[in-house]
């Protein structure tokens, strides 16, 4: 099955299809049983089994996100997860940081470009992500 990406979206210059496709299917499952059953069967063990609520909530967040197609460019990122919650979503489908580079900034809000490769796959498992990252006033 082709997976269809939202008009005007070329996966293909911006990412590998098949990897965001792998993707969605990890949060598709991780919505559907929960991260306990998840972790469970995951071979990593990831998430974890004690996690705190506001990580839980962050990483359904994501992967509803995620459902919906978000965060392939930067006019769509990923909303609402900061850094560590970004980071912990890629970590619990197994990518690892490659590069991070600020695409646009903003007053408000700086969007981050990220990267990332699975672990396991290396190289043949690379995608580039958007988040938008609300800044703190101090």
Known sequence: MKKRFPEGIEV????????????????RRFLEVGYLVYTREDAF???GKDLKVAK???LTLGCKQIMENRGLTKENPFVGLQIKGFYDLMRMF??????????????????????????VMGEKERIVLFNKVIR???
Do not use: C, G
Not at 12 to 27: F, G, L, P, S, V
Not at 103 to 110: A, G, L, V, W
């Open 136 to 138: 703190q006033r101090r």
């Open 94 to 119: 197994h990518f690892i940081p490659l590069q991070q580079q600020t695409s646009m900034i903003e007053e408000n809000f700086i969007i981050d470009k990220i990267t990332f490769q699975h672990r």
């Open 45 to 47: 063990k990831l998430p």
């Open 12 to 27: 293909d210059e911006i990412t590998n299809a098949a990897t965001y496709a792998y993707m969605q299917e990890k949060a």
């Open 56 to 58: 839980i909530i962050l």
